[in-house]
């Protein structure tokens, strides 16, 4: 029977201070690990979900029941090992391949978190080696070609460290432990995946390094063999001769700190895994959430399962806390295992929360151990003002579809774009909407044809969303697929949609969990959902996945009918959605499926529903992206009253600017195109106003940055380093590095301009733009789709002649390179803007900062840091709950794969902030410019930032890095400081004197600014619902007040 913990200080005694880690662990973080092993016998557990366990005692068997014996190929050879009668020696060099192979049996087969197969796992092994170049393999079934290739793997690093890699082909955990395990002596190594966690890696029984692997939801079985030695391929070619294993064991849970603890030193004293001796006291074994789950529920079950060592579990001395707050527990005690789960009394804030779990042995004197680990739920709460009466005759969901191939990318800005009309391929031509009005599919009846080529097409689902591009498929939780209206497309193909649905879905009052399983991804939002600025964001998965599931919560603090909008694209080859909740008992139900419990949805209200904008590019946010618009675009949509088009105008930063619109049935495109200056790094206001039919007027306003428009005058003061000798720095400038050359990669000696291995290029250096070319042609790549001075963007912009450069690339080392230019003079200038052609690729674990100085180099601002944006392995911009940028937690949190050096013996690096000069606050959250990992031509572009200190000032030095471990390069040409004339203060608009005519009143006015009405002298002031200039007024009654504003 259940036993409920009383309260702990009334039962237990301290016997002595408990000791509390703060180290990352998976699962299990501030635990009690006692380091040392206890004599006597073996506990069955340590062994409990050990699938493979290979001695190499001079054979390859396997000692467990499976019989996973390896298989050597070429020729590995036995030799003395750490532990036992011998070890296995390994070799990859010159085409030689020596390794041991355990095939691909389905104990060694991890599965999928997407469709609940996904198995914890651990690998553990001892190694010693010394000749090792590049990144060669300890344990993997990767193709290690790519680091995105589906797959797992363990590698070793150029700087003697390792690195750990969980794929599932389009996402990734990928993290690089700085412990050097190749020094010339044995190294006890561990990692452990814990699936909705974690990866950790220890060495030699401690805590090395850590990273989620919670958004790896794919499968991550790769096809191919688990080798020791080699990749999935079995033919990596990185050099490494003599690695030596020992005791290899492969696991189908995550191993506590503890167990790893225990291993080690049993392993330390002569013991292989099999002869483990028991843990002393009670650990904890897992936690449901894992530490650092994301996406967990706001009202979870805590489950902690909690293995006896030699003593055993005190049921009574159990006490769980949630945030501090106790949440009763029951225990369940099952042989040598308990189970204890805790619910909290009140749903859990949105963010992260931490847990905590206090428990005691049963000795005397008790022995007691805390366990506390993170994770962070997410809800959204929505409240009766957003409550609508649902039209319950017209049941289901509205479906809104655009589709064309060239419109792949699985992006979620890119659905928006598409749906908007805006959607455009490599060299900006807009793309047709080729979706099928005739192709009914799930829908009641076919669409009305569109009248623009680009618009999208309306069809109403009257029943569930169980979607497919193609009939009857069973991917998800609900078989039997209905075809997606729309589809196939004119051309035949069903690759390149974007959808939207819309559903008015009955809540209870309190939680509700929703689901969404997609093939690719998905945004729903709630709230008002149609309005750009309305909405909350539900649940989402944005990017590509195969048949991938996300759980979401939403709370409704009164139970009625609230507005949903499910946002769908599919990049290529299958797709599909479901939209479904969860039902008391856990089990899924279709949204809209009454009979068998399903959530009511109805397509249409009867509410009275106002005019609202519907879309906006650049969309309202508080920071930089990657991709930049150069067109302002919004939509503005009809409500139950028509928007008078005349009434819509547009002010951007106060200022009046000319739109143009296009009406396509109930929808306005409001297009401006930029003529002056605009940085994407800069943010602007906007302000939309119009009225409806019956003259309400409607302004909405909001902020956004990415708005791009390069209009430069010749440039006041240039570096373009054509004067600067090759294989140097210009003179006054100062250059430095910290390029680890303890492994093979300044295997060239001596400085060699045609060698990016030699010492030419171990810091910033100049160099001949033809020479870098042939050495390394994808540097000089453009960007699609750039403009300077309205003409596209060639690579003539970015570089000619000369360039300055940093190559990491070459070099699988930590490398840092720095360099401080000469003293600018810039008193002549008074509004100056920094320009160079940036021939910059991001890669997942790498910083390229600008920065700049008006005193001489004793303190320095911020221009730009560019960071991976998201990527297979997560970004590594840190973000606020509002989605603005967490400048401190990104440039100070610990990265596991980030450079590391010593300057003057001081160590330095697994942080990026280590590599720029100023201050680390929130203020830098403006300058973080996300960048995209891996990408050899989006981010090859004319850079430009305004220098707000810098005017008017005769000393301005810049400074510019870059952070790598074999992390590609940071070119910069054709830099210059211009003046912004546009900066300058602009004349107000001018109302002129009313002019009666023809029995109607003229107003006019001068310059660019937004007529705005009053019914009185002191308002309030509204936008006219007529913005021409000029225009006609008739006699009013009353009468009007009229003023123009900028």
Known sequence: MPTRAPDLSTRIRYANETMNLKSRITPLLGCLVLPWAIAGAARAGITDGLVAHLAFDNNYDDSTANALAGTPVGEPKFAAGFLGTGCVSLTSDAGVFNYV????????????????????????????????????????????NSSGNRGWGLYMQGGGNSRAVVSDGSTKSDFRPSTIVRDGKWHHYLA?????????????????????????????????????????????????????????????????????AAIYNAGKAGKNIGQVPAIPNPFVQSTVPASNAAGVS???????????????????????????????????????????????????????????????????????????????????????????TPDTSKPGFGWRVFANQGNAANDMVRAEKALAGIVADADGNGLPNLADPTATGAASGPATAATVETAS??????????????EGGSAGSFPGDQKMPGLPATDGSTDGVAAEIVAYIDLPAGLTTFGVASDDGFRTLVGFPLDAFGPQIAGEFNGKREAGETLFHVVAQEAGTYAFRTLYENGATDGGIEWFSLKADGTRVLVNDLANG?????????????????????????????????????????????????????????????????RQGSAVKVVYQPSTLMLPSEQYTARLSFTDAEGTAYAPEWKFYN???????????????????????????????????????????????????????????????????????????VAPDETLND??????????????????????????????????????????VLGFGSLYEQNQDSLGAVEYSVDGG?????????????????????????????????????????????DNGVGKGGKYGDGIAAPITQALAPHVAPRWNDNPTVDKRFEAFRLPMAGKRPDVRLRFAQLGTGSWYFGIDNLGFYEDPTAAVLARPVMNAPVVAGGSVVLSWTGAGILEEAPAVNGPWTPASDQSNPQYTGNTSPGKFYRISQ
């Open 858 to 902: 004793a303190n320095w601002l911020p221009v730009v840091y560019f960071l991976d944006t998201k990527d297979g392995s997560g970004s590594d911009i840190r973000l606020n709950l509002d989605g603005s940028v967490d400048a401190v937690r990104t440039f100070t949190d610990a990265n596991g794969d980030t450079a590391v050096w010593k």
């Open 598 to 662: 399903g959530l009511r949805a109805s397509r249409a209200v009867t509410t009275l529903v106002p005019p609202f904008v519907q879309f906006v590019d650049p969309p309202s946010t508080p920071r930089q992206f990657n991709g930049v618009t150069r067109t302002f675009t919004a939509v503005v949509v009809d409500g139950t009253r028509p928007v008078k088009d005349e009434s819509i105008a547009l002010t951007i930063g106060g200022k009046s600017v000319a739109v143009t619109k296009t």
């Open 101 to 144: 192979t355990l095939g691909n049996p389905d104990l060694l087969k991890f599965g999928s978190v997407a469709d609940g197969t996904a198995v914890d796992f651990t690998i553990s092994f001892w190694a010693h080696y010394t000749d090792q170049s590049s990144d060669p393999v300890f344990v993997a079934t990767q193709n290690w």
């Open 298 to 388: 706001p009202k979870p079950t805590v489950a902690v399962t909690i293995t006896d060592g030699l003593t055993r579990l005190n049921p009574a001395s159990v006490r769980v806390t949630l945030n501090d707050v106790d949440a009763p527990a029951t225990v369940v005690k099952t042989g040598p295992t308990s189970v204890v789960s805790a619910t909290p009394a009140t749903w859990l804030p949105s963010g992260v929360s931490t847990a905590r779990i206090v428990f005691a042995n049963d000795a005397t004197p008790p022995v007691l151990t805390t366990n506390t680990w993170k994770f962070s739920s997410s809800q959204v709460t929505v409240t009766p003002a957003v409550k609508v």
């Open 192 to 260: 452990t995946f814990a699936r909705a966690g974690d990866a950790t890696v220890y060495v030699d029984g401690a805590f090395s390094a850590s990273k989620t692997m919670a958004n790896v939801l794919g499968s991550i079985d790769a096809d191919a063999p688990v080798n020791i030695g080699q990749d999935g391929t079995g033919g990596y070619s990185a050099h490494l001769v003599d690695l030596l294993v020992d005791d290899l064991g492969i696991w189908r849970r995550a191993l506590s700190a503890g167990e790893v």
């Open 707 to 781: 708005l791009k428009k390069l209009v430069l005058q010749a440039p006041r003061v240039t570096e373009n380093f054509d004067a600067t000798a090759e294989g140097t720095v210009p003179a006054g400038w100062n250059a430095w590095n910290f390029t680890d050359c303890s492994g093979s990669f300044c295997q060239t000696p001596g400085a060699d301009l045609d060698d990016l291995n030699s010492d030419s290029y171990r810091g910033f250096v100049v160099v001949a733009r033809d020479r870098l070319a042939v050495l390394k042609s994808r540097v000089f790549n």
């Open 791 to 832: 003409q596209p963007l060639t690579v003539d912009d970015l570089s000619t002649g000369n360039l300055l450069y940093a190559e990491s690339d070459a070099r699988d080392d930590s490398q840092a390179q720095f360099i401080v230019s000469r003293p600018f003079d810039l008193s002549a200038i008074d509004h100056v």
């Open 457 to 470: 097409l309306s069809f109403a689902i009257p029943t569930v969303i169980n979607l497919g591009v193609s």
